[in-house]
């Protein structure tokens, strides 16, 4: 069975329903703060951490068999949790802070403050913060270490700049005041600068090396080398995470998804099969491209399927417990 994974943004859960990412990449769900030690903490089975927002909940899912094996409480429906392997971090949006966890004891081992409203991004060994268009990044190695009032952001991307981060942990930047697309490599490395087009607000996500955003008010798909894929009647409401290398790019529309060839442009509709439409963003998650068949949270509905069609597994469902 493959169980899904909610995007890092602020949209409302159905409390039975748990969210998770596919074995080997990077998991976006709520789960905050101390827990209790449980008795297995062999890492290798590719365990994932799930949630359930409006219980406070979150619990470490064993994907071999479909059990939770530790629980952690969340102080907030809005936290976020990152995963990569065995990194876990928690971003509490409500109360700025970005934690680290340990998950052998679902307990916090280190944490920083965040700059107001910050858009948090990780991959390989690096975290990048973004608040109001300025960057920072951090290592994601030992203990945090971030202090925004002392350390000067890496850039200023200006309104509305947004940052994501590759499964290398290159940071890949876009300013939209500047027209121009940053990266850096490393943390030890300056930004290289290259031109980008012209773009409204927009959404980023990395796939492999490759970046591309979301221009919202054009519906088209603009490629890190300033190449731009219209994508048709069909407006996209969510750009897929970031994630592995593919030849394509997913997006969600409010019946189902798209289906983008970065080489060609050529659009491929994926119809979800829904009763009802929707043109509310919230109402959508962002898609996962595991390089296979896209997957994505169904709009309405809530149904983690494969491209949204009937499935009949579930993923288990986080529920309060007295204990």
């Excluded at 290159?170 to 980008?196: C, H, K, M, N, Q």
Aim: proline share 6%.
């Amino acid at each position: 069975m493959i169980a899904e994974v909610w995007r890092a943004r602020r949209k409302t859960i159905a409390s039975a329903t748990v969210i998770a990412l596919i074995a080997g990449g990077t998991l976006t769900v709520a789960a905050l703060h101390p827990g209790f030690p449980v008795s297995d903490v062999d890492l290798t089975s590719r365990d994932v951490w799930v949630t359930n927002g409006s219980e406070l909940l979150g619990g470490r899912l064993n994907k071999q068999i479909d059990e939770l094996n530790g629980s952690i409480t969340t102080a907030s429906p809005a936290s976020d949790l990152l995963q990569r392997g065995d990194a876990v971090f928690v971003v509490d949006p409500d109360n700025d802070r970005l934690e680290s966890v340990d998950p052998a004891t679902t307990s916090i081992t280190s944490s920083v403050d965040l700059p107001p409203d910050a858009e948090v991004a990780y991959g390989g060994e690096v975290i990048a913060v973004v608040s109001h268009g300025k960057l920072w990044a951090l290592s994601s190695v030992g203990d945090l270490r971030l202090d925004v009032v002392s350390q000067p952001p890496l850039l200023d991307l200006g309104a509305g700049g947004h940052a994501v981060v590759t499964a290398e942990g290159e940071i890949v930047a876009v300013s939209p005041d500047d027209g121009a697309l940053y990266r850096i490599p490393t943390l030890a490395d300056a930004p290289v600068e290259s031109a980008f087009p012209k773009i409204g607000e927009f959404q980023l996500a990395a796939i492999g090396d490759r970046v591309v955003a979301l221009d919202e008010s054009t519906n088209e798909l603009v490629l890190d080398d300033g190449t731009v894929r219209p994508l048709g009647e069909d407006r996209a409401l969510e750009l897929q995470q970031s994630g592995p290398a593919s030849d394509h790019a997913v997006l969600a529309t409010g019946t189902g998804l798209l289906r983008v060839a970065l080489g060609s442009g050529d659009v491929e509709v994926v119809d979800a099969e829904v009763s009802s439409g929707t043109s509310d963003a919230d109402d959508v998650a962002a898609p996962v491209n595991h390089g296979r068949r896209p997957s994505a949270m169904c709009s309405r509905a809530r149904e983690p399927t494969r491209s949204c069609r009937t499935s009949t597994s579930r993923p288990p469902a986080i529920a309060s417990s007295s204990g």
